[in-house]
């Protein structure tokens, strides 16, 4: 019956297995910002925990998302071990600037998997992506106008403090209309 199943899958094989990688990526990205809120919760910076942990739960809607969609298309998702979470930073810019590349680095693979949906025919797929593509976008926004605040307000005592309050507002210009 499975079998059945998979022969009528409506995504390319070898695109199903990229999505699985995905999902591994999305499932740490997950973890790797709720440690950052961790980080920012023990320092006091509770407006940049909150930020994370959203963030947290978002990557983990957006893992869920590509799940769901390649066991609705005949695919077989896997549920994803999650390892090498870093929970060690220096600082909060730091954390932000581990955030933008790592945004960069889920922006890229996003745009490997849309570029071998092209070169398969798999358009399913390609348009499901088109969600992904925008989503990155605003998220490695959102990291870059966190990381502008360190330029403008500094890394210290209440400069930080200060800081810390704005990023509320990062999150809430960044919602969907
Ligand atoms: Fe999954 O949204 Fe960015 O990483």
Not at 130 to 155: I, N, S, Y
Request: charged residues 30%; hydrophobic residues 40%; glycine residues 4%.
């Amino acid at each position: 019956m499975k079998d059945l199943v998979r022969q009528k899958l409506s995504i390319h094989v070898e695109v199903m297995d990229m999505l699985n990688k995905q999902i591994e990526k999305e499932a740490h990205s997950s973890s790797a910002y709720l440690a950052m809120a961790s980080w920012c919760d023990h320092n006091a910076l509770s407006y940049s925990a909150q930020f994370f942990y959203d963030q947290s739960l978002e990557e983990r809607g957006h893992m869920m998302k590509i799940f769901r969609f390649v066991n609705d298309n005949g695919g077989t998702a896997y549920s994803p071990e999650v390892k090498n979470v870093i929970h060690d930073f220096k600082s909060l810019e730091e954390i932000y600037e581990t955030a933008l590349d790592q945004e960069i680095s889920i922006t890229q693979s996003i745009h490997n998997i849309v570029q071998k949906c092209r070169k398969l025919n798999d358009f399913t797929t390609e348009n499901f992506l088109q969600w992904f593509v925008k989503e990155q976008m605003e998220e490695e926004q959102m990291m870059r106008r966190a990381l502008e605040l360190f330029d403008l307000m500094g890394t210290d005592g209440l400069g930080l403090k200060l800081l810390d309050e704005r990023i509320p507002q990062i999150r809430e210009s960044n919602l969907p209309d």
